[in-house]
């Protein structure tokens, strides 16, 4: 393996190791690099199909990041994202994500202008990034902690006690109980069809028995390691 294949392999692993927030942050950095001024849109609510507004003398566009790492995109994303366009009055549009897109979605964005990122575009771009912003992407890159989308204090790691389904486990806001904002694990993958369909097999079948809960020392162990982690991260 050369040394760019080696530097793609690990983008790579890192691109698809980011939550869905710093994901939109890395698309901020990339934008930034390119002379553009990022505003964030959604915030921590449900995204109307926009993310981040981008804007440089004579250009405007809406970005819409989707971190999934197991699904092509759909042609509904991509229609969200034209619906968004058109509700700001915006030309350009940007769908970003990990994995890829449908043929339909591919078919669509082509017929109305919208250029479409996978992670082999991603790559590309942090490769060809600037002297200056390539070392912030790096270090968002290999940063593992999670910021809350909110309030921008560390996640800590934290495991439900009550509720429908104690001992799950979640991130939650160090700035609990001033802000309730949790990450499920695996929260970037939220919106992929899998997702609904787990939900819909959920409802036809038993409760899961108790073997295909975590065993408690691992869950222990992960604890540990993330607060370990964080320690040193603060120091
Ligand atoms: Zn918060």
Redesign the pocket.
Known sequence: MNQVEQKTAELVKLIRALDWFQFEKLLALLYTDSGYVVCRMGGAKADGGVDLLVEKPGKKGLVQCKHWRAWNVPVKEVRELFGAMNDHHIPNGVLVTVKGFTSEATEFAGRHGIVLYDEGDLVEMILNSSLEIHPRIMDLLRDERKF?P????I?VLRTSKRGSNPGRQFWG????P??K?IFNLDDSDKNEPIAARTFQRRKTTPPPTNDTQPAHSDTLKETLNVLERLFKALR
Do not use: I, V
């Open positions: 809350c909110r309030c921008e204090r996640m806001c160090s700035g609990y001033g802000c904002y």
